[in-house]
């Protein structure tokens, strides 16, 4: 099983970027595990945000915020990022990595196996 850890989130102002990341480690293959982007807004339930396939041939963006957000992964490195670009006050959220086995892009969480610890992001107006 492998392991996840959220790096980059911070205070913006709307309109700038900001590129999350997720380290995996473990004794896992890294290519064999989905990997997707939750949200949590306080008092909101966790939000789909995107998932990449595990060879990253595919992606899969929420409504909310495609267009303006892309994930890409590196499995030499074992990373998966979010860049966020056009940032809005709504994006303010936790940002939680997730893995799933074999995974398909599942947009809910209870499809994924390991989570990461979030990492906040909070955008100002």
């Known amino acids: 099983q492998v392991q996840l850890v959220e790096s980059g989130g911070g205070l913006v102002q709307a309109g700038a970027s900001l590129r999350l990341s997720c380290a995996a480690s473990?004794?896992?293959?890294?290519?064999?595990?989905?990997m997707a982007w939750f949200r949590q807004a306080p008092g909101k339930e966790r939000e789909f945000v995107g998932a990449?396939?595990?060879?990253?041939?595919?992606?899969y963006y929420s409504d909310s915020v495609k267009g303006r957000f892309t994930i890409t992964r590196d499995n030499v490195k074992n990373m998966v990022y979010l860049h966020m670009n056009s940032l809005k006050p709504e994006d303010t959220a936790v940002y939680y990595c997730?893995?799933?086995?074999?995974?398909?892009?599942?947009?809910?969480?209870?499809?994924?196996?390991?989570w990461g610890q979030g990492t906040q992001v909070t955008v100002s107006s």
């Open positions: 997730a893995a799933e086995f074999k995974g398909g892009g599942s947009t809910g969480p209870q499809a994924y196996d390991v």
């Open positions: 473990g004794r896992s293959t890294f290519s064999s595990y989905s």
């Open positions: 990449i396939s595990g060879s990253g041939s595919r992606t």
